[in-house]
C-alpha cells in the first residue's frame, strides 16, 4: 500500500505474527492492535483498514466537510464502550455503494427493533463492564503442595515450561524434604521408585494432560476472567441470546465452595467439650451411689462405677455426634476424666488429615472442572467476542434515537421536513426551543443562492445540509421527520474565512476548480466567496462555477450577499434565489428570524438589525455612535 513503509510493515507482521493472521484480523475488524502500534498514525492505520476493505475516503473532498464528518463520528462514539466499536465507528465513511447504505439502514433498524422495550442505561452500564477476554495469566504461586518427579527428564522439563512459577518442583533423586506441604503430586513414569508412605500423596503418569499436573493454570484464564463472563452472560440473557456461559460460571462455583475457610475443629471441639463438662457435672450431682460403689471410687481400681460410666458413655456419645455435625468428621478427641481431657495427638492426625483429604478432593475436582471447561473455552469466547461486536450495533441504534433520526429516502431530489443540525438537536434534547426547518432542492432547480440575514442561520443551514448528505451515504439515519436525498458521489463544503493572500488563494483554488469538472455527481457548498476574495473576482469565480455545473447532476447552495449582481451577469434559468428573512428584534434584542428559507426570495442582509442591537446594548459614548450610524439606514 502507498505510503507504508517496510519498518512498519515488519512492526505489523511481528504484532499479529504472520501477514495471514493479520489480514484475517482486519477483515474480521478486529483492529485494536493495529490501532495501537507504535509509529503508526491513526489515520494512516484507518488508511491501511479501508484499503483492504477495499472502501473508499473519496467521497468527502474537502477539509471543512471532513471536519462535519468527523463531527458525526465523535457524537456516535460517545454512545460506544469497547474499543472494538469504537475502533470500527472510526471506520464508517460515506460511500456511494448503495448496497451498503442499505445493509447499515437494516443493521440499525434490526437493532432498534432488538432493544425496542429495554432498559438502554442497564445496557450501557454492563457494557462499561466487559472487555475483551484475557490469555495473560500471571502465575500464582502455591506453597502448599509440591510436584515430585521420578524421572530426572520430567523435572527439566517442567522447568522448562515454567511449572516452577506456580508450585514447588522436585526431582525425587534429591531426596526432597517434603514435610508441611498439605499433598504431594508425584509424577512418575514406571514406578520403579516408590514415594514415601504418606495419605497426602497423590501419584500421576508423566504422560497425563498439562491440566491434570497443573489445573490452575486452565482454572486461572477462567477466574481472571469471571467478571466479564458474568456481565456477558447478564447481557446476553438480558437481550434474549443463548449462552453456555452459565455451565462455566456453575463449574466454577463448585471450585470456589472448596476454597472457603477451613473448619475451626480445635474451637469446636472445645466448645462441644464445655457444655459436655457441664452436663457431667449436672448429672452426677443428681445421681445416689452406694457404699460399694464409694468405696469402688475411693479404692486404686482404674474402674468407675457404673452409673457414672453411663453417665460420660451417653454425654460423650452426643458430643460425638454433635462433632460429626458440625466438622462433616467421624472422631473421638475425648478422654474420660472430669473436666474432659483432650487427646491433643487426635486432634493434630484428625488437623493433617483433614487438610489432605481436602486438598485432594479439590485437586480432584479442579481436574473435572478441567474437563468440563475445556469444551466451552472456544463457545464462550464466542459468545463474548459477538457481545463486544454488538456494541457497535448498539452504539448506532443509541445515538439514532438520541438524535432522534430517520431512515431517509434515496431518490433523484432534496426533501426535508422538520429537519435539523444535531448540535441543535442536541439542545433541543436539553430543553432549548429550537425551529425545524423544512426545505428542497430538484433537478430543475439544483443550483441555489441563499440570501438573508446576518447571524440568521445561512451557515448552519448549509452545515445541516452538509450533515444530512453525509450521514445518509453513511446510512445511520439523518435528524429530520422525513427526507428524501438523491445518490451524491462527492460533497465540497467551502467555508467562509477571513481574505486569503496570494499562495492561500492559489490553494483555495487548487481545490475549489476540482468541483466543477469531472462526471461525479455532486454537492457543494460554499459559504460566503466574497470573505474569500475581492467581491469582483468572486462574482466572476462563482458565475464560472455555475456555468459548469448546470446541466449536470449536481447540486449547488452557494451563500452570498452578491445574489442580485450574480443574476444580472447570468441568464442561467436554474438558479434560484433562496431567502432566510430577519424579522426584527425580540425584547432581549435577539434577531427574531424564520429559519425556512423562503423559496424564489432575496432576502436582505439586515445589518441594522444587528446594529439596533449592539445599540440598544451599549453605553455611551459608543451608544451615540451606533445611533449616527442607524440614522443613515
Same mark, same amino acid.
Given at each position: 500500500m502507498k505510503g507504508v513503509g517496510p519498518k512498519i510493515v515488519d512492526k505489523i507482521i511481528t504484532t499479529y505474527g504472520s501477514y495471514d493472521k493479520f489480514l484475517n484480523k482486519i477483515q474480521n475488524y478486529e483492529i485494536d492492535e493495529l490501532m495501537n502500534i507504535a509509529g503508526l498514525s491513526q489515520k494512516k492505520a484507518l488508511d491501511i483498514i479501508h484499503y483492504i476493505h477495499g472502501t473508499s475516503n473519496d467521497y468527502i473532498k474537502t477539509p471543512q466537510a471532513e471536519d462535519i464528518y468527523l463531527d458525526i463520528i465523535d457524537r456516535i462514539n460517545e454512545f460506544s464502550t469497547t474499543e472494538y466499536a469504537k475502533n470500527r465507528i472510526k471506520l464508517l465513511r460515506p460511500t456511494n455503494n448503495y448496497d451498503e447504505i442499505q445493509q447499515m439502514n437494516n443493521l440499525i433498524e434490526d437493532t432498534l427493533d432488538e432493544i425496542k422495550d429495554l432498559d438502554l442505561d442497564y445496557i450501557h452500564d454492563l457494557y462499561k463492564m466487559i472487555k475483551p477476554l484475557s *490469555?495473560?495469566? !500471571?502465575?500464582?504461586?502455591? *506453597?502448599?503442595?509440591? $510436584?515430585?518427579?521420578?524421572?530426572?527428564?520430567?523435572? +527439566?522439563?517442567? #522447568?522448562?515450561?515454567?511449572?516452577?512459577?506456580?508450585?514447588?518442583?522436585?526431582?525425587?533423586? *534429591? /531426596?526432597?524434604?517434603? *514435610?508441611? =506441604?498439605?499433598? $504431594?503430586? =508425584?509424577? =512418575?513414569?514406571?514406578?520403579?521408585?516408590?514415594?514415601?508412605?504418606?495419605?497426602?500423596?497423590?501419584?500421576?503418569?508423566?504422560? &497425563?494432560?498439562?491440566?491434570?499436573? #497443573?489445573?490452575? $493454570?486452565? +482454572? /486461572?484464564?477462567?477466574?481472571?476472567?469471571?467478571? !466479564?463472563?458474568?456481565? @456477558?452472560?447478564?447481557?446476553?440473557?438480558?437481550?434474549?441470546?443463548?449462552?453456555? $456461559?452459565?455451565?462455566? #460460571?456453575? @463449574?466454577?462455583?463448585?471450585?470456589?465452595?472448596?476454597?472457603q475457610k477451613d473448619v475451626p475443629i480445635e474451637q469446636i471441639v472445645d466448645e462441644v467439650k464445655q457444655r459436655a463438662d457441664d452436663k457431667i457435672n449436672e448429672q452426677i450431682q443428681q445421681i445416689a451411689l452406694k457404699g460399694d460403689e464409694i468405696l469402688q471410687l475411693l479404692g486404686s481400681s482404674d474402674e468407675l462405677p457404673p452409673k457414672i460410666v453411663e453417665i460420660y458413655n451417653t454425654i460423650l456419645n452426643d458430643a460425638q455426634v454433635e462433632l460429626s455435625e458440625k466438622t462433616g468428621i467421624l472422631f473421638d478427641p475425648f478422654i474420660i476424666q472430669y473436666p474432659i481431657k483432650i487427646d491433643e495427638e487426635e486432634i493434630e492426625r484428625v488437623k493433617q488429615n483433614t487438610i489432605a483429604n481436602k486438598q485432594i478432593r479439590q485437586y480432584e475436582e479442579k481436574i473435572r472442572a478441567c474437563q468440563q471447561l475445556q469444551q466451552y473455552k472456544q463457545v464462550i469466547q464466542q459468545e463474548t467476542q459477538e457481545i463486544i461486536h454488538y456494541n457497535f450495533n448498539f452504539a448506532l441504534a443509541c445515538f439514532f434515537l438520541y438524535y432522534n433520526l430517520t431512515i431517509p429516502t434515496i431518490a433523484d431530489e432534496y426533501i426535508l421536513d422538520d429537519a435539523l443540525h444535531i448540535r441543535l438537536q442536541q439542545e433541543l434534547n436539553d430543553g432549548s426551543i429550537m425551529q425545524k426547518v423544512t426545505y428542497n432542492l430538484s433537478n430543475d432547480e439544483n443550483i441555489i443562492l441563499l440570501t438573508g440575514a446576518n447571524s440568521g442561520g445561512k451557515t448552519t443551514l448549509l452545515e445541516m445540509i452538509a450533515q444530512i448528505n453525509i450521514m445518509t451515504h453513511m446510512g445511520i439515519g439523518v435528524c429530520a421527520k422525513n427526507a428524501v436525498i438523491p445518490k451524491t458521489d462527492e460533497i465540497y463544503y467551502f467555508t467562509k474565512q477571513q481574505s486569503l493572500n496570494a499562495g492561500a488563494f492559489e490553494t483555495f483554488l487548487?481545490?475549489?476548480?476540482?468541483?466543477?469538472?469531472?462526471?461525479?455527481?455532486?454537492? @457543494?457548498?460554499?459559504?460566503?466567496?466574497?470573505?474569500?476574495?475581492? #467581491?469582483?473576482? &468572486?462574482?466572476?469565480?462563482?458565475?464560472?462555477f455555475i456555468e459548469l455545473i448546470q446541466n449536470k447532476n449536481n447540486y449547488a447552495i452557494i451563500v452570498t450577499h452578491m445574489a442580485p449582481e450574480i443574476l444580472k451577469q447570468t441568464q442561467n434559468i436554474n438558479i434560484r434565489v433562496d431567502g432566510i428573512e430577519a424579522q426584527g428584534l425580540d425584547e432581549n434584542y435577539n434577531l427574531i428570524v424564520d429559519r425556512n428559507p423562503k423559496i424564489n426570495y432575496l432576502a436582505k442582509s439586515t445589518p441594522e438589525l444587528i446594529l439596533k442591537r449592539i445599540y440598544q446594548k451599549s453605553d455611551e459614548p459608543e451608544k451615540s455612535i451606533y445611533k449616527e450610524i442607524l440614522d443613515k439606514f
Amino acid at each position: 500500500m502507498k505510503g507504508v513503509g517496510p519498518k512498519i510493515v515488519d512492526k505489523i507482521i511481528t504484532t499479529y505474527g504472520s501477514y495471514d493472521k493479520f489480514l484475517n484480523k482486519i477483515q474480521n475488524y478486529e483492529i485494536d492492535e493495529l490501532m495501537n502500534i507504535a509509529g503508526l498514525s491513526q489515520k494512516k492505520a484507518l488508511d491501511i483498514i479501508h484499503y483492504i476493505h477495499g472502501t473508499s475516503n473519496d467521497y468527502i473532498k474537502t477539509p471543512q466537510a471532513e471536519d462535519i464528518y468527523l463531527d458525526i463520528i465523535d457524537r456516535i462514539n460517545e454512545f460506544s464502550t469497547t474499543e472494538y466499536a469504537k475502533n470500527r465507528i472510526k471506520l464508517l465513511r460515506p460511500t456511494n455503494n448503495y448496497d451498503e447504505i442499505q445493509q447499515m439502514n437494516n443493521l440499525i433498524e434490526d437493532t432498534l427493533d432488538e432493544i425496542k422495550d429495554l432498559d438502554l442505561d442497564y445496557i450501557h452500564d454492563l457494557y462499561k463492564m466487559i472487555k475483551p477476554l484475557s *490469555d495473560e495469566i !500471571t502465575p500464582r504461586f502455591d *506453597d502448599s503442595f509440591a $510436584i515430585v518427579c521420578e524421572e530426572y527428564d520430567d523435572y +527439566l522439563n517442567m #522447568l522448562h515450561k515454567n511449572y516452577n512459577k506456580y508450585t514447588n518442583i522436585f526431582p525425587i533423586e *534429591d /531426596q526432597p524434604n517434603l *514435610d508441611g =506441604y498439605d499433598y $504431594i503430586l =508425584y509424577v =512418575y513414569n514406571e514406578y520403579n521408585i516408590e514415594p514415601p508412605e504418606s495419605p497426602n500423596i497423590i501419584s500421576i503418569k508423566n504422560t &497425563a494432560d498439562e491440566y491434570e499436573i #497443573l489445573p490452575d $493454570i486452565i +482454572l /486461572q484464564y477462567y477466574t481472571k476472567n469471571r467478571k !466479564t463472563l458474568e456481565n @456477558v452472560y447478564k447481557l446476553r440473557t438480558y437481550l434474549n441470546k443463548k449462552s453456555n $456461559i452459565k455451565d462455566v #460460571l456453575e @463449574v466454577l462455583d463448585i471450585i470456589d465452595s472448596f476454597t472457603q475457610k477451613d473448619v475451626p475443629i480445635e474451637q469446636i471441639v472445645d466448645e462441644v467439650k464445655q457444655r459436655a463438662d457441664d452436663k457431667i457435672n449436672e448429672q452426677i450431682q443428681q445421681i445416689a451411689l452406694k457404699g460399694d460403689e464409694i468405696l469402688q471410687l475411693l479404692g486404686s481400681s482404674d474402674e468407675l462405677p457404673p452409673k457414672i460410666v453411663e453417665i460420660y458413655n451417653t454425654i460423650l456419645n452426643d458430643a460425638q455426634v454433635e462433632l460429626s455435625e458440625k466438622t462433616g468428621i467421624l472422631f473421638d478427641p475425648f478422654i474420660i476424666q472430669y473436666p474432659i481431657k483432650i487427646d491433643e495427638e487426635e486432634i493434630e492426625r484428625v488437623k493433617q488429615n483433614t487438610i489432605a483429604n481436602k486438598q485432594i478432593r479439590q485437586y480432584e475436582e479442579k481436574i473435572r472442572a478441567c474437563q468440563q471447561l475445556q469444551q466451552y473455552k472456544q463457545v464462550i469466547q464466542q459468545e463474548t467476542q459477538e457481545i463486544i461486536h454488538y456494541n457497535f450495533n448498539f452504539a448506532l441504534a443509541c445515538f439514532f434515537l438520541y438524535y432522534n433520526l430517520t431512515i431517509p429516502t434515496i431518490a433523484d431530489e432534496y426533501i426535508l421536513d422538520d429537519a435539523l443540525h444535531i448540535r441543535l438537536q442536541q439542545e433541543l434534547n436539553d430543553g432549548s426551543i429550537m425551529q425545524k426547518v423544512t426545505y428542497n432542492l430538484s433537478n430543475d432547480e439544483n443550483i441555489i443562492l441563499l440570501t438573508g440575514a446576518n447571524s440568521g442561520g445561512k451557515t448552519t443551514l448549509l452545515e445541516m445540509i452538509a450533515q444530512i448528505n453525509i450521514m445518509t451515504h453513511m446510512g445511520i439515519g439523518v435528524c429530520a421527520k422525513n427526507a428524501v436525498i438523491p445518490k451524491t458521489d462527492e460533497i465540497y463544503y467551502f467555508t467562509k474565512q477571513q481574505s486569503l493572500n496570494a499562495g492561500a488563494f492559489e490553494t483555495f483554488l487548487r481545490s475549489f476548480i476540482p468541483a466543477a469538472v469531472g462526471d461525479k455527481k455532486k454537492l @457543494v457548498l460554499i459559504d460566503e466567496l466574497e470573505s474569500i476574495t475581492e #467581491l469582483e473576482a &468572486a462574482i466572476k469565480i462563482i458565475i464560472g462555477f455555475i456555468e459548469l455545473i448546470q446541466n449536470k447532476n449536481n447540486y449547488a447552495i452557494i451563500v452570498t450577499h452578491m445574489a442580485p449582481e450574480i443574476l444580472k451577469q447570468t441568464q442561467n434559468i436554474n438558479i434560484r434565489v433562496d431567502g432566510i428573512e430577519a424579522q426584527g428584534l425580540d425584547e432581549n434584542y435577539n434577531l427574531i428570524v424564520d429559519r425556512n428559507p423562503k423559496i424564489n426570495y432575496l432576502a436582505k442582509s439586515t445589518p441594522e438589525l444587528i446594529l439596533k442591537r449592539i445599540y440598544q446594548k451599549s453605553d455611551e459614548p459608543e451608544k451615540s455612535i451606533y445611533k449616527e450610524i442607524l440614522d443613515k439606514f
